[in-house]
């Protein structure tokens, strides 16, 4: 079966690091996405990975390991509108997305 | 990036009574269009996919004649929730992509349903 783990939830500073790992396991592969959703919000896009590397965007990057069906979301420089959460998806051989449960982060001041 | 609108945000009704939500891609044409579910704290549930111009692909469990979707051109898609019950009271989200399929999905600002 198909199958995407991601923690349930983590706590971290404001003005830390860190770290939201997603691991997966499906039937091909087209790309990793990961999403923010803040609470009571629809997600909004944040990063696209399908070759092995680190993409950075501002204090948000994302990295990508198909050999060992892995990736992160790095959050830098912590801020409370960050408390949300993080979505990591996967496009499988069939173009169709496949979700994990989401990540809640918890920043405290 | 690409802007997805929804409408209505929030809608109560009765018991008994149909309610549509639209879903509109406002800067692209969203050949692709997905309806999804979500209950308080819990993941999204995908529940259909629409093709413009196509009949929708409805995931396991999901009844297609209680979530009617019409997707009747590049840019708009319809859901339409009827006979509506308590249990149907969930927030609603719909995404659209482009041409290619791997195209990144983005979210409407999705719309909060509660039935009396």
């Known amino acids: 079966g198909q199958n995407i783990d991601q923690p349930t939830e983590m706590t971290a500073t404001e003005g830390a690091i860190v770290q939201i790992n997603c691991t997966y396991q499906?039937?091909?592969?087209?790309?990793l996405f990961w999403y923010q959703q803040h609470a009571g919000e629809a997600p909004t896009f944040l990063s696209y990975?399908?070759l092995d590397g680190l993409e950075e965007k501002g204090r948000f990057s994302s990295f990508l390991s198909r050999s060992k069906g892995y990736s992160y979301l790095l959050l830098k420089e912590l801020q409370m509108k960050d408390s949300a959460s993080y979505l990591c998806?996967?496009?499988?051989?069939?173009?169709?997305?496949?979700w994990g449960a989401g990540t809640k982060l918890i920043i405290k001041p | 990036g690409a802007v997805v609108s929804q409408h209505p945000s929030r809608v109560i009704c009765k018991s008994g009574t149909s309610v549509k939500i639209e879903c509109r891609s406002l800067d692209f044409q969203a050949t692709t269009m997905f309806w999804y579910r979500q209950f308080p704290k819990k993941s999204l549930m995908l529940m259909a996919t629409?093709?413009?111009?196509?009949?929708?692909?409805?995931e396991q469990g999901v009844e297609k004649d209680k979530f009617l979707i019409n997707h009747a051109s590049l840019t708009l898609s319809t859901l339409t929730v009827t006979s509506a019950h308590p249990e149907d009271s969930s927030f609603y989200i719909c995404?659209?992509?482009?041409?290619?399929?791997?195209?990144?999905?983005?979210f409407g600002p999705g719309t909060r349903l509660l039935v009396l």
């Open positions: 629409s093709n413009e111009g196509s009949k929708a692909t409805y």
């Open positions: 990975n399908v």
């Open positions: 499906t039937s091909g592969f087209n790309g």
């Open positions: 995404s659209a992509k482009g041409q290619s399929l791997a195209e990144t999905q983005y």
């Open positions: 998806a996967v496009m499988d051989s069939n173009y169709q997305l496949i």
